[in-house]
């Protein structure tokens, strides 16, 4: 089956430790897209790719990374600079080619740091 | 800049009665536009979409959607709402640079 994998579902970390989200999708899309999701907030982007080797900070990237170094994975890095990194975090992908299309979403990481 | 307001935090309603969520959108070209469902601690799934055309789209689940440009509207509708039904839904406004911004969603809760 296709689809988006996130790994691991839940995460607790120290404040001050730097911790890694990954995302991986065998849709074969080109865009891969990281929301933050807080309560009442919807989502927000942090980061999106659109090639391999290359992203866009979104809306609200500080404190955040990413690389793109295989077009399957997108991860997404949260530094000790993020102030309220506790939050649930979704990674999505979309196809490029042949016009509009929907974002497809992984079925999140929530991330607790205390 | 694109924008996305849904106007209501939180509706209830009950099993078997009709449901109107609304959407509005700021964006300066022909939209595409998407509603998306999530359950708790899930991620979303798409329930519909609109990029051209008919006016009026079906989606997934029996529910639909219908965009009025003099609006700035894509309302999503369903009959008779089931107890299945009770999640959050998030209205979406796309560009072709890929971007999507994202309303800050409904909850819907059904009455037994």
């Known amino acids: 089956d296709g689809g988006i994998t996130q790994s691991p579902k839940y995460l607790f970390r120290k404040e001050g430790q730097n911790v890694t989200l990954s995302c991986e999708q065998n849709?074969?899309?080109?865009?891969m897209y990281w929301y933050r999701q807080d309560p009442g907030q919807g989502l927000r982007l942090i980061y999106y790719?659109?090639?391999?080797?290359?992203?866009q900070k979104g809306d609200i990237a500080e404190g955040y990374s990413v690389s793109r170094e295989k077009k399957e994975s997108f991860p997404l890095t949260v530094t000790s600079a993020q102030k309220n990194p506790t939050a649930f975090y979704l990674c999505?992908?979309?196809?490029?080619?042949?016009?509009?299309?929907?974002?497809?979403f992984g079925p999140g990481t929530r991330l607790t740091v205390t | 800049a694109q924008s996305v307001t849904q106007p209501d935090i939180h509706i209830t309603v009950s099993e078997g009665a009709s449901l109107e969520l609304r959407c509005n959108y700021s964006?300066?070209?022909?939209?595409?536009l998407f509603w998306y469902v999530q359950s708790p601690g899930q991620g979303l799934q798409l329930l519909l979409k609109?990029?051209?055309?008919?006016?009026l789209v079906q989606g997934i689940k029996g529910f639909e959607a219908e965009f009025k440009r003099s609006q700035s509207s894509f309302n999503l509708r369903k009959p008779s709402v089931h107890w299945s039904d009770a999640a959050e839904y998030f209205c979406?406004?796309?560009?072709?640079?890929?971007?999507?911004?994202f309303g800050d969603g409904t909850t819907l809760t059904v009455k037994p």
């Open positions: 999505a992908s979309r196809k490029i080619a042949g016009g509009p299309s929907e974002q497809y």
């Open positions: 849709l074969n899309h080109d865009a």
């Open positions: 790719s659109q090639i391999v080797n290359d992203f």
């Open positions: 964006y300066g070209a022909t939209p595409y």
């Open positions: 609109y990029f051209s055309g008919d006016t």
């Open positions: 979406a406004v796309g560009a072709e640079a890929g971007k999507s911004t």
